[in-house]
């Protein structure tokens, strides 16, 4: 690997603990790599320890949300805050899930000229407010998810997922976390 995960000069631990390199291992055969965010937190196996637990509790655990859904929260959210990084793996995901190449490329973009269901637009409306004014979101604005059949648990996980990518996409944008090169041909 002769690409650098970020702008800083962080080396991987080393030795890798044997889970790490596991994980790794795993992340290679499964998606073809290892994503650069994994590789920016390798400095410190707790801190990249808690990313993933967060992160894979959120993005494949239990939930009331699909696959999809979460990704499309995680590239409206990275596209109002400008995360290149966040914007190219996850739209990247959206297009692989979805099977739309223009889905990815609409939300990447603009979520807002995207071919959303009335359920879609509501759950990303209501992430956009809570990343740009969370200290807005009142009732009606869960009663708005409610409506649209989101159940409470629903509009948590919701919540969750949009409080991650904020948290990511201001670390990614800090330390200019760069996305792995595969990511930009990824189903298209």
């Keep these: 690997m002769t690409d650098t995960p970020t702008a800083l000069d962080l080396p991987e631990v080393d030795p890798m603990p044997e889970a790490t390199r596991k994980y790794f291992d795993i992340c290679q055969e499964k998606l073809g790599l290892v994503p650069n965010v ?8 707790d801190k990249l320890n808690a990313f993933t637990g967060m992160y894979n509790d959120l993005m494949l655990g239990e ?3 699909s696959k999809l859904e979460r990704e499309m929260i995680a590239v409206a959210v990275s596209s109002v805050n400008k995360c290149f990084y966040c914007l190219t793996a996850h739209g990247a ?3 692989e899930l979805s099977g739309d190449p223009k889905l990815g490329e609409h939300l990447v ?3 807002r000229t995207a071919p959303l269901d009335t359920r879609q637009l509501a759950m990303l409306i209501f ?3 809570v990343t740009v004014e969370s200290h807005k979101i009142t009732e009606d604005d869960r009663e708005a998810l409610r ?3 989101f159940s409470d648990r629903d509009i948590f996980d919701i919540a969750s997922v949009v409080g991650f990518f904020n948290m990511s996409n201001r670390v990614a944008s800090a330390v200019d976390m760069r996305p792995n090169d595969d990511y ?5």
């Design 63 to 65: 939930s009331g949300l």
């Design 109 to 111: 973009m603009n979520w």
């Design 184 to 188: 930009h041909s990824k189903a298209r």
């Design 147 to 149: 409506q649209v059949g």
């Design 38 to 45: 994994l590789r920016a937190y390798a400095f410190d196996i």
């Design 127 to 129: 992430a956009e407010k």
């Design 93 to 95: 995901a959206v297009r």
